[in-house]
């Protein structure tokens, strides 16, 4: 069965960072675009940022753009978003998905993982 498990959330201080990761099993994620998408408290997810599948082209929504930072290790089937700068509105439930052949940002994903919370407080 195919699993994405998202890791790295954790409580942070404003101006803190922190990486995440999401780890497939059963998948290749070299081979497919894969998207972070973030569900602050109360609100509709939104997607943060997406990697493509075929030329690695990168994906940030307006409010990372500058902070976060999106990457692939193809050797350990992982995708990372490597974020700086934490603001208060990032805190939230943070997603990974995955769709095969994708390009960035999408409107469809074929896997998503569990999240994982991020809370940046001080």
């Known amino acids: 069965q195919v699993q994405l498990v998202e890791s790295g959330g954790a409580l942070v201080q404003p101006g803190g960072s922190l990486r995440l990761s999401c780890a497939a099993s059963?998948?290749?994620?070299?081979?497919?675009?894969v998207g972070w998408i973030h569900q602050a408290p109360g609100k509709e997810r939104e997607g943060v940022s997406c990697i493509s599948s075929r030329d690695g082209i990168t994906y940030y929504a307006d409010s990372v753009k500058g902070r976060f930072t999106i990457s692939r290790d193809n050797a350990k089937n992982t995708v990372y978003l490597q974020m700086s700068n934490l603001k208060p509105e990032d805190t939230g439930i943070y997603y990974c998905?995955?769709?095969?052949?994708?390009?960035?940002?999408?409107?469809?994903?074929?896997?998503w993982g569990q999240g994982t919370q991020v809370t940046v407080s001080s």
């Open positions: 059963r998948y290749t994620l070299e081979t497919a675009a």
């Open positions: 998905a995955a769709v095969g052949l994708g390009w960035c940002p999408s409107e469809r994903w074929d896997y």
